[in-house]
């Protein structure tokens, strides 16, 4: 008699296995480019690891693209755009190796060019702390630091890129997880002590930021670090900032004092009193006379023989 079929289709050992894709954009110019004279043997075996079917070939070949960048590699300098492109295009891979790899990889390129890395990583900052995004929430850490790392890369170009950091930073403290919003907070106490007087436009919508979360932000670590960053960037102003806190003043210091005698936390007390501290030296610093004492000049005009 004919043997009953159990209904289970038997697969092939060999269709089990999935490899991953190769990156689209693995070497720019298609597969002459490998013969390229500009590129360099480093580079060319990074683009033969993205071509890889294998993640972890993958991630290491655009590990390699971020350290050739760091180095300054004449041949990576040279086709610094097409790079760009494939960190860009991997900001959409669902693998959070492939992902991170990018993520470094546009620092490395923030080092060579601002201008091709920073509106794109703080979009996908700003984006990644959506109620929408599926990145995890040490994905999004990584991005917020990475973001603190440009801006110290940009120099003297970052008050021209300012809004897309403050923008980027101002979502990342309405996420929701704790940390981020601590981080956020955090990196946006530097970006403000970067800009300097920069950052006098958006002062207010700064100071807002801050104020609000000391007043109704639950968890205790971003409410810390809303008060470190009101005292960072107070002490980081001379008396001349003065000028420049005007307009906030009065915001800054009914918070200060509200928080400083009324929250529940020991550490944002500390830093909201010595914030008023700071305040108060500044104050006194303006209003303090002058310690360069008098001097009289007399002339002679007819000396005596």
Not at 172 to 178: A, H, Y
């Amino acid at each position: 008699p004919a043997a009953k079929h159990s209904g289970i289709t038997e697969i092939p050992a060999e269709e089990t296995k999935t490899p991953a894709q190769p990156l689209s954009r693995a070497q720019p110019g298609g597969s002459d480019a490998a013969e390229d004279e500009s590129f360099s043997p480093e580079l060319q075996q990074a683009f033969a690891e993205l071509r890889d079917p294998l993640l972890p070939v993958q991630g290491h070949g655009l590990q390699m693209l971020g350290k050739l960048l760091s180095r300054r590699d004449a041949s990576a300098v040279t086709h610094v755009k097409q790079l760009t492109s494939i960190f860009i295009e991997q900001l959409s891979h669902p693998d959070s190796y492939l992902y991170l790899a990018a993520v470094n990889g546009l620092v490395a390129v923030a080092g060579v060019g601002t201008a091709l890395v920073v509106p794109r990583l703080c979009t996908e900052f700003a984006n990644s702390c959506s109620a929408e995004s599926l990145r995890a929430a040490d994905t999004r850490l990584v991005l917020c630091e990475a973001i603190s790392k440009v801006a110290r890369l940009c120099g003297a170009v970052l008050p021209h890129y300012r809004q897309f950091f403050l923008n980027a930073l101002l979502a990342g403290s309405r996420d929701e997880d704790l940390l981020v919003r601590a981080a956020a907070l955090s990196c946006l106490a530097d970006v403000v002590g970067l800009l300097r007087f920069s950052v006098e436009s958006c002062l207010f919508e700064v100071s807002s930021c801050f104020c609000s979360v000391l007043q109704s932000d639950k968890e205790a670590k971003p409410r810390q670090a809303a008060a470190m960053a009101i005292k960072h960037m107070i002490t980081g102003l001379d008396a001349e900032g003065l000028k420049v806190t005007a307009q906030v003043s009065s915001l800054l210091l009914r918070r200060l004092r509200a928080s400083a005698g009324g929250d529940d936390n020991e550490l944002v007390r500390r830093h909201c009193t010595d914030a008023l501290d700071s305040v108060d030296r500044l104050v006194r610093k303006a209003f303090e006379p002058s310690t360069v004492k008098p001097m009289k000049t007399i002339h002679i005009l007819r000396p005596p023989p």
